[in-house]
C-alpha cells in the first residue's frame, strides 16, 4: 500500500465523478455517431502503426465531438490527443509502463485527463501511483475483444474493488451487456464501458439511448 505520507506526483487534472455510459469505439465516424446519440463519455481505440493516420483520425474525433456533450479520451496515443486537444487519454498497464515521465508530465501540464485499465489489487496500486483522472476496473466478465491475461473479475470482486477505490471515478468494463447493468451500478462504480453492446446492435443509437437509461 501507499503510505499515507508518501510524496506522490500532482494528481492529473480531475474528471466528473461519474462518467455514466462509456462507450469505447474504433474510429472516429462512430465517436461522431454515439457523441450525438447522447453518449457521455467515448473513447477513440483506433489500432494503427501508421502515425500519420493516427493523427487524422484523432483529430476526425475531436472535431466529431464538437457541439456535444461528450468527453473523449484517446486510447493510447497520447501525443497526438494532446496535438489535437482531446478532453483526455487512456492507457493500460503496458503502455504506462512504456511512457517516459516526459510524457505524463506533458499530459499533466497539458490539463488533459488520464485513465488507467486495472485488472486486480497490484494493478490498482501502480495505478494509484500517478494519481489519474479515473481508474477502470475490470475485466468484470469474459470478453472475446482481446486476449486477457488475467481471470475475469467478477461481480463480487469489482465491488470489493469499489470500496478500496472510492476516492477516484471508477469505470467497470468486461463483457458487461445491458441485462447486467443494475449489478454493476449496484457496487457503486459510476461508469460502465461497453464495446460490442454499442458496436454489434442493430440500432446503435437506439441502444445508446436505452444503455443511458440505467443511470436515470
Known sequence: MIAADAALPPAFAACPQSLGLYAVLPDAQWVGR???AGVPT??????????????REVRA???AVQGTPALLFINDHWQA???AGAYGVHVGQEDLDALPQAALDAIRAAGLRLGVSTHGYAEMLRAQAVRPSYIALGAVFPTTLKRMATAPQGVARLAAYVRLMRQYPLVAIGGISAAQFPEILATGAGSIAVVRALVNAQDPQA???ALQAAWR
Open 34 to 36: 454515439m457523441a450525438r
Open 81 to 83: 490527443a494532446l496535438d
Open 207 to 209: 441502444e445508446a439511448q
Open 61 to 63: 474525433a475531436v472535431a
Open 42 to 55: 467515448v473513447q477513440l481505440r483506433f489500432k494503427s502503426e501508421d502515425a500519420q493516420a493516427i493523427a
